[in-house]
């Protein structure tokens, strides 16, 4: 996994470069699930990087996550993730659910702040430092400064256009960018198929 863009900022150790202002979104439609997120963080309230990679495949590409966080919390969750992925590579709810039960009592996991949103071919879950494993009833989720911005137009979307997962998703992170400042129009998004019957009823 390289962290290519943190260096450049290395003489800027003692701050926090956030991922919690940006936004993640998820969406399953037909046969498709679609997540995508923006590319800025940020700096207290300067922009340092328009165009960060947010979203990483895992498992060879049969796991998608999506993270917002503070930069080192973010990527060590994801790092966690990756090793259970690994202990329990058929059953993504079972690797999720035991880096929950870390996360929310080692010592060192419970201090991260960082939110992270799984899709695999069937599945699309929310983790949260609290221990909360959450699968969404109709495939939309999001996460993020600019997250409820971006899941309501998801909704509407879905709801009212025949668009595909990919092109909601990149709608909806567009109309998030016009409204919440810590989100940008450097937009990221990876798809997977879908087995049709598994997927949710929308």
Do not use: C
Request: net charge neutral; glycine share 6%.
């Amino acid at each position: 996994m390289s962290h290519v863009w943190i260096p450049a900022f290395a003489g800027m150790a003692k701050h926090t470069f956030i991922f919690s202002m940006t936004t993640i979104l998820t969406v399953r439609r037909d046969d498709k699930v679609a997540i995508g997120g923006d590319g800025q963080v940020t700096l207290g309230s300067s922009v340092m990087k328009a165009d960060a990679n947010k979203i990483r495949k895992l498992l060879d590409g049969q796991v998608i996550t999506g993270f917002a966080g503070s930069t080192a919390d973010a990527f060590a969750l994801l790092e966690r993730f990756e090793m259970k992925l690994k202990d329990y590579p058929s059953n993504i709810p079972r690797a999720a659910t035991e880096l929950a039960k870390e996360w929310r009592t080692d010592r060192v996991l419970r201090r991260l702040e960082a939110m992270m949103i799984v899709v695999a071919a069937s599945t699309t879950l929310l983790l949260s430092g609290t221990g909360d494993v959450i699968a969404p009833s109709d495939g939309i989720l999001a996460i993020g400064s600019g997250g409820n911005y971006a899941m309501s137009a998801a909704k509407a979307l879905i709801a009212h256009s025949s668009l595909s997962a990919t092109e909601v998703v990149r709608e909806s992170l567009r109309i998030a960018s016009e409204i919440d400042i810590y989100t940008n129009t450097n937009v990221v998004i990876e798809e997977l198929t879908s087995p049709l019957t598994n997927l949710h009823k929308m």
